[in-house]
């Protein structure tokens, strides 16, 4: 059984950091594509960040990029989304997936097992 366990998620002020952590089970985690998605409420799931199986490819969001920092740990079969500037517009509930195969993708359909997402709460 596929387990993606996120952790990390908490209240922080703007302008302060979080690390977000996913640990894998029940699958060979270093032959995954792995990405972070967002909700935010009342709105869509949204991508946030890929990397690939080895960590050779890694995508970001425009809203992101330069801020936040996806990386791979794979003897530990976990994910890591380091999360710097934070914005009140990063207010959401983070979740991690594991694609279908070794490569990433920014479309949320091609990710076949989801955790069950961690909460961020900027303050203003």
């Known amino acids: 059984q596929v387990q993606l366990v996120e952790s990390g998620g908490g209240l922080v002020q703007a302008g302060g950091s979080l690390r977000l952590s996913c640990a894998a089970s029940?699958?060979?985690?270093?032959?995954?594509?792995m990405g972070w998605f967002r909700q935010a409420p009342g709105k869509e799931r949204e991508f946030v960040t890929s990397i690939s199986w080895r960590g050779g490819n890694i995508a970001y969001a425009d809203s992101v990029k330069g801020r936040f920092t996806i990386s791979r740990d794979n003897a530990k079969n976990t994910v890591y989304l380091q999360m710097n500037s934070l914005k009140f517009e990063d207010t959401a509930v983070y979740s991690c997936a594991a694609a279908a195969g070794a490569y990433s993708s920014t479309y949320s359909f091609d990710y076949k097992y989801w955790g069950q997402g961690t909460q961020v709460t900027v303050s203003s």
């Open positions: 029940g699958l060979t985690f270093s032959s995954h594509g």
